[in-house]
């Protein structure tokens, strides 16, 4: 094994040499920095950005290109030299935050009720406690939030809720104090933004240990080419903090300088974020350890004191070790995976991973290269990479629900994206028709996760084809979620409800349903939250919403179980998944809109349930 005292002088020169070159900005480094700050910045400022992140989408666009362009004539007028990695960053800062965030979409989820509330929460409260906190002051608790005792405390893991205080610390202070559904909304997807944006410099800054071109290549399928654009950089997901926490440890490992005690603490942190994160710890640990054992002792140190002190915080809160969500999520693993669930998450053209990520193919070559370029300390990080990426695939395919519910492409391989990406540095490194399939099915797999990210129609399929038939979404290409994303109009051709007037007929008496509530959004005053039910003997009716006679999508909507529908009713069966809770989104904060619900039968009767104007 290699000492850290063993390092050559190459690799002492580059130190030192790195330190001189980063000592000070260039004029083109500093405007890339000036303007990609100010810009990213703007959003905490409701009063500059109202439309944020809707109408507000051109400029940043607009921006990205003015700031591309003077690196451009840099590069013309000096040549490629001149493209040093530090430009190369601040370059890539502004058009990625606009690839992000440009899609308009506040991706509100259920999950992520209680991650999204408590970083302001507890800057004002110093509490994780949820009592009485919108959207938790109701009797009916969402379900991303569990009882304990007297308190109302997240379900799911709260690590990246602690990794966003800093950025709710900037939100606090640009909104004085003030905090409301519409502002946890944007601070929500602003802050998951940055935090991607962040890991993928950081990913960088850890793959230029094997060369620039191997680093940015593999840096950018991070970003564009993992379920990153559509989860984790759109929302506080779990995902979310543990990459940021993930990248943050592979850079203090795998930088010109080590630095042991961060890592350690930034694996902890991981932990905090998704009690699965142990693995990843111990396989970046092992690797170091073949040529850093004394950074990798220390690093396991501080990662076992902070992943301690985790586990009896959770303790006292939840009364486990893992908290609530470690609790739940062991119930729900089966060992060893089953073979369909296997060949799902690989196969299913709406959740496998060779599917939306093709290259995965070349990773075999990638480890080829590996070995003629006799690089071993390479070949110790893609081992190490393609080990991870193989353990998220057994995860996720022993998880009961494999196709990690209502999602976006693959979204359950969200976990081991910057080790995908960390794969694919010897095919960026190398020549020849090698490179040249990665680029193209590099290609594929980013463009593939725009149109999920901006294409309404990729979620519409969750409610339209998911719900209705969730074997045949999962398994079947006319039914899959990559059609609808590649394919314009896919969905209303063979799935949706094409026209409002194919409500033009007379009504079923024999539909049986109800509207309980219509009300704005106490969260989001922009979404207009439906709830209520539908069911025949033997099927679950659909649920179509028309505001002001027009149909409208909704942003999210879940079928939900109603045990007292069953209860009153015996006739109807089953109540599993009868009653629906809908997230529609509304023109104006202040519009006040005629709605219309219908109800819909598989044969095509309807059932209306007039509407009335919002208040």
Not at 365 to 394: F, P
């Amino acid at each position: 094994m290699r000492q850290e005292s063993s390092e050559s002088p190459s690799r002492e020169s580059r130190r030192s040499g790195s330190g001189r070159t980063f000592a000070c900005l260039t004029p083109i480094e500093g405007f890339l920095g000036v303007v990609s700050a100010a810009m990213i910045a703007a959003p905490l400022f409701p009063g500059l950005t109202p439309g944020w992140p809707g109408s507000w989408t051109l400029p940043p666009l607009l921006a990205s290109l003015l700031v591309l362009l003077p690196v451009v004539h840099l590069v013309r007028t000096r040549g490629p030299a001149s493209l040093t990695p530090r430009t190369m960053v601040l370059a890539a800062i502004l058009p990625l935050y606009a690839i992000y965030t440009g899609n308009g979409i506040s991706s509100v989820s259920g999950d992520n009720l209680g991650t999204r509330v408590l970083p302001s929460h507890f800057l004002r409260t110093g509490s994780f406690d949820l009592t009485g906190v919108p959207p938790f002051d109701r009797g009916d608790l969402p379900y991303c939030v569990t009882r304990v005792g007297s308190r109302v405390l997240n379900a799911y893991p709260s690590g990246t809720a602690i990794v966003a205080i800093p950025y709710a610390v900037f939100g606090l202070a640009a909104s004085g104090g003030e905090v409301s559904g519409e502002l946890v909304s944007r601070w929500d997807k602003h802050s998951s933004a940055l935090l991607m944006i962040a890991a993928a410099g950081l990913l960088f800054a850890s793959a230029r240990r094997f060369g620039t071109r191997g680093a940015a290549g593999a840096a950018a399928v991070f970003a564009l080419a993992t379920p990153i654009p559509t989860g984790p950089a759109q929302s506080l997901w779990s995902f979310t903090g543990e990459i940021f926490c993930l990248t943050l440890a592979l850079f203090a490992l795998l930088g010109v300088r080590a630095r042991p005690i961060l890592a350690g603490v930034a694996l902890g942190g991981a932990f905090a974020c998704r009690p699965t994160a142990l693995i990843p710890a111990a396989v970046l640990l092992v690797a170091t350890a073949f040529w850093r054992r004394r950074t990798a002792a220390r690093a396991f140190l501080a990662a076992a004191l902070t992943a301690g002190a985790v586990a009896l915080w959770q303790a006292r809160l939840y009364g486990h070790p893992l908290g609530a969500y470690g609790i739940s999520q062991t119930a729900r693993l089966t060992w060893p995976p089953s073979w369909p669930a296997a060949f799902g998450v690989l196969l299913s053209p709406s959740r496998g991973l060779l599917v939306f990520f093709p290259y995965v193919l070349l990773l075999p070559l990638a480890g080829v290269r590996v070995i003629r370029a006799r690089n071993a300390e390479l070949g110790t990080w893609w081992v190490a990479s393609a080990a991870l990426v193989g353990t998220a695939l057994l995860l996720a395919a022993s998880h009961a629900h494999w196709w990690g519910g209502w999602g976006l492409g693959p979204r359950l391989m969200s976990e081991c994206a910057p080790f995908l990406a960390l794969a694919t540095v010897p095919l960026w490194t190398s020549d020849g028709w090698g490179r040249r399939s990665m680029i193209a099915l590099f290609t594929f797999s980013a463009v593939t996760q725009l149109l999920l990210a901006y294409n309404p129609d990729a979620s519409r399929w969750n409610e339209l084809v998911h719900a209705r038939m969730r074997n045949r979404s999962l398994s079947g290409l006319r039914e899959s979620q990559l059609l609808a994303a590649w394919i314009p109009g896919w969905l209303d051709r063979n799935f949706g409800l094409r026209e409002p007037r194919s409500f033009d007929r007379a009504e079923s008496s024999e539909l049986t349903g109800w509207i309980e509530s219509a009300e704005r959004d106490r969260n989001d005053p922009s979404n207009l939250r439906v709830q209520g039910w539908g069911r025949i003997p033997g099927e679950d009716l659909e649920a179509v919403f028309l505001l002001d006679g027009s149909v409208v999508r909704p942003r999210v909507l879940r079928r939900v179980s109603r045990a007292d529908v069953a209860a009153a009713v015996p006739a109807l069966g089953g109540c599993d998944s009868c009653g629906f809770d809908a997230t529609l989104p509304l023109l104006s904060p202040g519009a006040a809109p005629d709605l219309l619900v219908v109800l819909r039968a598989r044969d095509g009767r309807i059932r209306r349930f007039e509407g009335r104007r919002l208040p």
